[in-house]
């Protein structure tokens, strides 16, 4: 059976609507960085389709010739994201998404080395010679500690549920810091083409830290 990262790691992908303290072991992921609303932006489009079509050209390389060393097969992660808003260092509102930046990104396994990668890169853009590659990258990202929860529903309805998971942070002795990659993070768990808008579940993480104890 294909490799699932949501199923080996649960507690990352397929946390509790209750919300927990979890520490988040570097990964290996394809990014693109990109500002704008996502709901209108050519280029935020580009990016998810990048980022898709590179994922899907390394699971598909078993079917062909140019399969890496320590291939396996595996089921392609859920797209993320981080999350700020242009001049300001907290959650975005949701509210003026032109002025969003973001990070999207995927999960790729550990046998993609830069190697792999470029030569991947290569082979989708011999297939696909209108998507623009040069938006992503491959990185290593260590998140480590952070407080998660699940929200079900709209995306534009999330400020319930990170005001709860601020909450849950604060009184738990800890607090968020949003720093650099450190930021608003979002784990799609639902394809909004395909999902009613009340059934999408979208995993919310922020970064924390220890509380310093008071004098």
Same mark, same amino acid.
């Given at each position: 059976m294909a490799y699932d990262f949501k199923k080996e790691f649960r507690t990352l992908y397929a946390p509790s609507v209750k919300p927990s303290i979890v520490?988040?072991?570097? /990964?290996?992921?394809? /990014?693109?960085d990109g500002k704008g609303n996502p709901n209108t932006s050519a280029e935020y489009v580009n990016a998810v389709g990048a980022l898709y079509g590179v994922s899907y050209?390394?699971?598909m390389?078993? /079917?062909?010739?140019?399969?890496?060393?320590?291939c396996f097969d595996y089921v392609v992660p859920p797209l993320e994201g981080f999350w700020s808003v242009e001049g300001e260092e907290?959650?975005?509102?949701?509210?003026?998404?032109?002025?969003?930046?973001?990070?999207?990104m995927l999960r790729m396994p550990d046998f993609v080395t830069q190697e792999v990668f470029e030569r991947f890169k290569d082979i989708l853009t011999?297939?696909?010679p209108d998507l623009d590659l040069s938006?992503?990258?491959?990185?290593?990202?260590?998140e480590g500690l952070c407080g998660q929860i699940t929200h079900a529903g709209s995306y534009d309805d999330e400020l319930p549920t990170v005001a709860a998971l601020e909450q849950f942070i604060d #009184?738990?002795?800890?607090?968020? #810091?949003?720093?650099? /990659?450190r930021r608003h993070r979002e784990i799609y768990l639902g394809d909004p083409r395909k999902t009613k808008l009340e059934k999408l579940?979208?995993?919310?993480?922020?970064p924390v830290v220890v509380k310093e104890a008071s004098l």
């Amino acid at each position: 059976m294909a490799y699932d990262f949501k199923k080996e790691f649960r507690t990352l992908y397929a946390p509790s609507v209750k919300p927990s303290i979890v520490d988040v072991p570097e /990964m290996t992921f394809v /990014m693109a960085d990109g500002k704008g609303n996502p709901n209108t932006s050519a280029e935020y489009v580009n990016a998810v389709g990048a980022l898709y079509g590179v994922s899907y050209a390394v699971k598909m390389s078993k /079917m062909g010739g140019e399969t890496p060393d320590g291939c396996f097969d595996y089921v392609v992660p859920p797209l993320e994201g981080f999350w700020s808003v242009e001049g300001e260092e907290h959650a975005p509102n949701f509210i003026d998404k032109d002025r969003f930046l973001w990070t999207s990104m995927l999960r790729m396994p550990d046998f993609v080395t830069q190697e792999v990668f470029e030569r991947f890169k290569d082979i989708l853009t011999a297939k696909k010679p209108d998507l623009d590659l040069s938006v992503i990258r491959l990185e290593k990202f260590t998140e480590g500690l952070c407080g998660q929860i699940t929200h079900a529903g709209s995306y534009d309805d999330e400020l319930p549920t990170v005001a709860a998971l601020e909450q849950f942070i604060d #009184e738990s002795g800890y607090r968020t #810091e949003i720093s650099g /990659m450190r930021r608003h993070r979002e784990i799609y768990l639902g394809d909004p083409r395909k999902t009613k808008l009340e059934k999408l579940k979208t995993i919310i993480r922020h970064p924390v830290v220890v509380k310093e104890a008071s004098l």
